[in-house]
């Protein structure tokens, strides 16, 4: 398996994780579960170390790429950009993450604003994971960046 391979195996993870996390945190806050909050911030920690595999293997990714007809080095630079900055934030949510689940399993009085604020981190985290996604599928993709040719029809 070469980096790309690598790359393509790990790359939809951090994105994955943190669309799961908000999903299971909501759920957490509305049947009042600690075990299900918990859970979501366990889920949001995964995605950070996910996006630690992605991050890791991008380089790999890009040296294949830049080899293949037809990808532009410009369409890289952009997805690169956004993995990057997604990252940092995805880090930033496992740490949080980190912080909620000590504070849930010591029932500190800030555990609730933890957690709040551990969703809205996360749902704001899903619009980088979206760009960063959208970026890295039109570096292959051309049905995503819309820069594909038109069928021509025929007039019989």
Do not use: C
Not at 10 to 17: E, G, K, Y
Not at 74 to 103: C, D, M, R
Request: net charge neutral; charged share 15%.
């Amino acid at each position: 398996m070469n980096g790309a391979h690598w790359h393509l195996l790990v790359n939809h993870l951090p994105i994955i994780f943190p669309l799961i996390g908000v999903i299971v945190l909501t759920t957490g806050l509305i049947a009042k579960s600690d075990a299900i909050k918990r859970t979501a911030f366990l889920i949001f920690m995964l995605g950070a170390l996910a996006a630690i595999a992605a991050m890791t293997t991008g380089e790999g990714a890009e040296d294949i790429a830049e080899k293949i007809s037809g990808i532009t080095r410009n369409n890289i630079h952009k997805h690169e950009e956004a993995a990057e900055t997604f990252s940092l934030l995805a880090y930033v949510l496992g740490g949080i993450s980190l912080l909620a689940l000590w504070a849930s399993f010591k029932q500190k009085s800030f555990s609730t604003i933890v957690t709040i604020a551990t969703l809205v981190f996360a749902v704001a985290l899903l619009f980088f994971a979206k760009q960063t996604g959208t970026t890295g599928g039109e570096i292959r993709h051309m049905e995503i960046s819309g820069d594909y040719p038109l069928p021509t029809t025929k007039k019989q």
